[in-house]
């Protein structure tokens, strides 16, 4: 079976105010693209696998120049169907040290919003894949989304694909009168590998977080505590062999710890912390996390720590980048998980 690697969400544009001007400053917007699984389509396209974005888009020339940008980063786009009237919007305002960044959507009754299941040939979509990615988002923007992803999911399991769910809980995208429980849980059981935040673990699957509070690279963590979340979450969804945590401490808007946990087989792996003081931009840090982790438990199927430290190292990086995707490559994450964070000139 080949290494193809097939995740479906929604993509958006994304609109966001030059430097760190507030909307009500900004008189022109950066244009670009973005959207949960499709930043993970990216990143491993980035790390050479193959790997194709599935999504609903309106046939007209804001969809054809979406589609130009994500094949310019490799990813196949041949399964994507069209219908429906518009592109989903997000407009984002870059928050700086105690300024909180702001998200306002613009997606209700976008192209992907009022998909509905059997519009999607999920049988075509998935021959020849090995690994079905989707996430919260897909879930959260209304029933009929939720309703094709699951659809997905489960032709996905008739077909032996590897599953994987990251939890993405988007608070202000739940509108439809369902909860993330009521809709994810029975989506989130036929997952193989979970990814997601402590929050997005307690919002979804009910488990209490443990807590990250690192301020620096040199602290411990709770890793007994930690160990407990892997068990709940394999006692909640016993077909899930591998669960994994990125864990972020906002000390401000500029400046945030990172780590990651890994655990499976009654066995539980932790990353370093690392200390970033200078945030570029950390939209799809958690997608660059997923990314990374899909790509170590291919390229490293038998060392979880390896795949954790390269998922961790890749998220680290996206903080680095402006935009949704994390267009990095695979010697560059490796020279970080060797310990090479100088940023140097590479000549």
Known sequence: MANRIVTFGEVLLRLSPRDYLRFSQANEFIATYGGSEANVAVSLASFGLESDFVTRLPQNDIAE??????RSH???TNKIVYGGERLGIYFLENGAVARQSKVVYDRADSSFATLQPGMIDWKEVLKDAKWFHWSGVAA???QGAADA???GIKVADSMGLTI????N????LWKY???PEEVMLPMVQYSDVIFGSEPEYEKVLDITPVGFKAVTANEEMNLEGFKSVGEKVMERVPRCKKMFLELRNSINANHNTIA???YSNNSLKYSRIYDITHNVDRVGVGDAFCGGMIYGLIAYPEDDQKALDFAIAASCLKNTISGDFNLITVSEVENLMKGDGSGRVSR
Do not use: H, P, Q, W
């Open 65 to 70: 120049a979406c589609v130009k940008e994500l």
């Open 74 to 76: 490799n990813v196949g």
């Open 140 to 142: 959260a923007v209304s």
């Open 149 to 151: 992803c699951l659809e």
């Open 164 to 167: 994987s769910c990251d939890l």
């Open 169 to 172: 809980y988007r608070k202000n």
């Open 177 to 179: 009168g369902k909860t």
């Open 260 to 262: 990651g946990i890994a």
